[in-house]
């Protein structure tokens, strides 16, 4: 995709603002309700949708065109069984899979701005954390 962007003059893709940057490819600054044009590259503004914006217990919301930061974002959500026990599923295939969605909601979101994304925090994690506190594994907390 990379490629043929930039073979082609005036060619319009859609890439993440990091895999833009690692490759030198130029971008557009994108209004937001607001009016305000922001730049998709600026980890700053990414967060800033995210920050005032209510985010419900079961975490369904979308930050596209907020009035505030860059209005082509979102999270980014991982749908899972709420009960891990199902077809031949170990006891340990839940307890890694809990382990990982851990991480990437926490030591994970270290890797995030070198991938020029925005980091979950706030009400955003904490929300992510309680949810996973809910996962079993036949009726059993995991």
Not at 64 to 85: M, S
Not at 98 to 107: E, P
Request: charged residues 20%.
């Amino acid at each position: 995709m990379v490629e043929q962007i930039r073979q082609r003059v005036g060619t319009i893709g859609y890439l993440s603002s990091g895999t833009a940057k690692k490759n030198n490819l130029r971008y557009a600054m994108i209004g937001n309700r607001a009016g305000i044009f922001v730049d998709g590259g600026d980890l700053g503004q990414l967060g800033n949708a995210a920050n005032v914006v209510t985010i419900p217990e079961d975490t369904r919301v979308s930050l596209t065109n907020a009035d505030i930061g860059y209005p082509i974002t979102g999270f980014t959500w991982v749908l899972v069984y709420r009960d891990q026990k199902y077809g031949n599923r170990t006891l340990e295939q839940a307890r890694s899979l809990v382990r990982l969605l851990r991480w990437m909601i926490d030591a994970g979101q270290n890797l995030n701005p070198g991938l020029n994304y925005g980091q979950v925090d706030g009400v955003a994690s904490a929300r992510a954390f309680r949810l996973i506190e809910t996962m079993t594994y036949g009726g059993q907390k995991l």
